[in-house]
């Protein structure tokens, strides 16, 4: 397929069906030719404003996508009594805009065009079957790849016998060979047009027979597993079993086709894979788009069916399937835990509880935590060191650099408009009542300090200000950590986890 000519009633503009149309060649990439069709409805005092109206609306709703400078061409099936005027006023625009499209889209991807290589092997997908008295049984189609000639030994799919060449047509005249690209008829013997109806015809031993939407002609249902590899993986060069089984997937429900994100992290997960499984197995061309649809949907809901698209990076032949599921996967989910800071000890360390069950807490050791505000804000971030004492407290230790009296209060938990007063009543000199008002001011909310907890205390021997404390309703201790799906209790929080969310 070189291009695609999109063909929209004037009257009714973009519908559900033409949507899925452009994307289906956005899909593959290929230039469109936009005709507006059924002019000859629209009354000839309004034409002309009509068909602005409709053109713009189209050149909006096709703005984000790669054919915002498609052509477009107004078209009417309806037969002129004169068949040159018929011709000179709607053919030609169509065949001059098709030609200036092909034409312009060959000489920018000239370097990319497919090469035909008598080496390839051969893939005709045929959509139409039927048995010619006394030369055997004719398979119309298009060469997809590949050349084929008379005398050729094929594989006839999906019925899977080998058959060989006896004659090809291409609009009624008869050829030794046709290449990628051209229709033609293919004549075989001894198979029933009974017995198939679509299908394709390929080199031997050229198309995997896989459990693996809408492939070639066929439609299939499968059952899906999602799941994403982190962008700092390296991507294999053989994407293979060992590639596989060997590294560690994040397993997803649903992918927001808005965004490339999942999690709170955007560029954490963007390299997306899906195991496809079905109960019988269908034959896959290796350079197939496969391309998966909610054909349920309701027309009338205005809802594009087409849910995603991807090219095939691994077949599981018959003979493997039987070892492969979702549970051969190393695949595993993002857990959160969350709990309550009990008190601070100091600027580098606090007690948490209210996280784990009193026997969870070693599992936990290492973790990085969080420390959250009312608005899921990172304050500040530490490690679990272990248990703290009876019961569920655990101690949690930050870095050097931190200081949870003052990071802790960074964020206000909800906008004020005030100015903290705060009193010292103890005795120092009018520098220091300067300084620790304008840092207590300038540092901490009002709806975060006690007014009564600036006193002097006794440290070593040193008179020292007490730091003020801090209203701790409003924050939360989190965890996240990695659950695998199909090992027991196995939970993990590698450095590279850890560094994906902070």
């Known amino acids: 397929m070189d291009a695609a000519v999109l063909v929209i009633d004037v009257n009714k503009g973009i519908q559900t069906q033409t949507a899925e149309c452009i994307v289906l060649a956005e899909i593959l990439k290929l230039p469109l030719i936009i005709a507006l069709n059924k002019i000859d409805l629209i009354p000839e005092n309004s034409k002309q404003t009509r068909l602005t109206k409709v053109t713009n609306l189209i050149k909006k709703s096709l703005s984000n996508t790669i054919f915002k400078s498609s052509p477009i061409v107004n078209i009417s099936a309806i037969q002129n009594p004169d068949p040159s005027q018929q011709h000179k006023k709607f053919i030609d625009p169509l065949i001059d ?19 035909v290589s008598c080496n390839e092997d051969c893939l005709l997908a045929f959509d139409h079957c039927f048995s010619l008295k006394g030369q055997g049984t004719v398979m119309t189609g298009t060469c997809l790849k590949g050349t084929l000639s008379v005398g050729d030994n094929l594989q006839v799919l999906p019925i899977g016998v080998q058959r060989k060449v006896k004659s090809i047509q291409v609009f009624k005249k008869s050829v030794k060979s046709i290449a990628k690209g051209d229709r033609a008829g293919v004549c075989l013997v001894k198979i029933e047009s009974s017995d198939i109806e679509r299908g394709f015809l390929a080199s031997v031993n050229s198309i995997t027979k896989a459990c693996a939407f809408s492939i070639g002609y066929e439609t299939v249902v499968a059952r899906i597993t999602l799941f994403a590899a982190s962008d700092s993986d390296t991507y294999p060069q053989i994407f293979d079993s060992n590639y596989l089984l060997s590294h560690e ?24 894979f899906v195991l496809l499984d079905w109960k019988s197995p269908v034959y896959i061309p290796s350079s197939s788009t496969v391309i998966a649809s909610k054909l349920d949907t309701d027309l009338a809901a205005g809802v594009c069916r087409l849910a995603f698209y991807g090219t095939p990076q691994y ?42 069950l009193n026997s969870s807490v070693a599992s936990f050791v290492d973790f990085s935590v969080d420390v959250l505000n009312d608005l899921n804000l990172v304050l500040a971030s530490g490690i679990i060191e ?25 964020t206000p938990a909800s906008p004020i408009d005030k100015t903290a007063i705060i009193n010292n009543n103890q005795k120092n000199t009018s520098k ?36 003020p404390k801090i209203d701790l309703g409003g924050l939360k201790l989190r965890i996240k950590y990695r659950k695998f799906i199909n090992v027991k209790s196995k939970i993990d929080q590698n450095k590279n986890f850890t560094h994906l969310y902070q």
């Open 386 to 410: 272990g248990t703290f004492g009876q019961g569920d407290k655990f101690k949690v230790r930050f870095p050097r650099n931190t200081n949870l009296y003052k990071d802790l209060t960074k």
């Open 97 to 115: 805009a098709i030609k200036l499209t092909i034409t312009a889209f060959s000489n920018q991807n000239l370097n990319k065009i497919d090469q």
């Open 315 to 356: 077949l599981i032949s018959d003979k493997e399937y039987p070892k492969w599921n979702s549970s051969s996967l190393n695949l595993f989910r993002i857990k959160e835990k969350f709990g309550k800071i009990n008190r601070i000890v100091d600027e580098n360390n606090l007690i948490g509880n209210e996280m784990f």
């Open 432 to 467: 220091d009542k300067s300084n620790t008002n304008s840092n207590l001011t300038s540092e901490l909310p009002i709806n975060n300090i006690r007014l009564d907890s600036v006193e002097t205390l006794k440290i070593k021997g040193k008179n020292k200000s007490k730091q």
């Open 249 to 272: 997937f994040l397993a997803i429900d649903e992918i927001d086709p808005k965004s490339n994100s999942i999690g709170d992290n955007k560029n954490s997960f963007s390299n997306y």
